[in-house]
C-alpha cells in the first residue's frame, strides 16, 4: 500500500529480465493554503501523493486549509477528503470548492449550476450521497434554491 500508487504488477522477461509496470494514483484532492499557489495532491486516506504548482487540477477537488504543518492531522481536512473521494467520479468532477470550518461542518460547491451541498460530516454517507444525487439536478425538487443541506439525511433540507 504505497502512497501514490494504485496497481505496481512484475512480470518475468526471461532470460535475464524483469517488466514493471505502474499505475498512478489519481489525487482525491488538493490542498491549497490560503496564502500560497502550491497544492498537495492526497489520496482517500488523505496521505501526501506529491506537492506541485502551476498544474492543471480540473476534475480534482480543491480543500483550502489554514497553514501549518498540522493540516494532515486535522480531523476537518480528514473528513473533507473522505466526503470528495467518495463521490462518483461525474460528481467530483463537478466541485469547484471544499470548505471545512469543523469536522462536522462540509461543505462542497457544485460549480457549474452554482449549489452547494452542506455533508456535515463522513456519518451515512451512502445515504447522502443517494440523497443528493436524487434532488441536485432536478430542477422540479431544486427550484430556486441554492443550497442542499444531507447534514441530517433523514430529514434534508433546501435553502
Known amino acids: ?3 501514490g500508487v494504485t496497481e505496481a ?3 518475468k522477461d526471461f532470460p535475464h529480465g524483469l517488466n514493471i509496470v505502474i499505475r498512478a494514483q489519481r489525487p482525491a484532492a488538493m490542498l491549497k493554503t490560503k496564502d500560497s499557489s502550491r497544492l498537495t495532491a492526497v489520496d482517500a486516506k488523505g496521505r501526501v501523493l506529491n506537492a506541485v504548482a502551476n498544474v ?3 476534475g480534482i ?3 483550502e486549509v489554514a497553514n501549518g504543518a498540522k493540516i494532515f492531522n486535522n480531523r476537518a481536512v480528514l473528513e473533507a477528503v473522505k ?3 467518495s463521490l462518483p467520479e461525474s460528481m467530483r468532477a463537478r466541485v469547484t470548492k471544499v470548505s471545512a470550518k469543523t469536522q462536522d461542518s462540509v461543505e462542497t460547491e457544485l460549480g457549474d449550476i452554482k449549489r452547494t ?4 460530516n463522513s456519518s451515512q454517507l451512502e445515504l447522502k450521497k ?4 436524487k434532488i441536485i439536478d432536478d430542477p422540479s425538487k431544486m427550484g430556486d434554491k441554492k443550497q442542499l443541506d444531507v447534514s ?5 433540507i433546501l435553502k
Open 130 to 133: 443517494a440523497i443528493v444525487a
Open 56 to 58: 492543471s487540477i480540473k
Open 9 to 11: 504488477k512484475v512480470t
Open 117 to 120: 451541498i452542506i455533508w456535515g
Open 152 to 156: 441530517s439525511p433523514v430529514r434534508p
Open 61 to 63: 477537488p480543491v480543500i
Open 83 to 85: 466526503i470528495v473521494s
Open 1 to 3: 500500500d504505497i502512497p
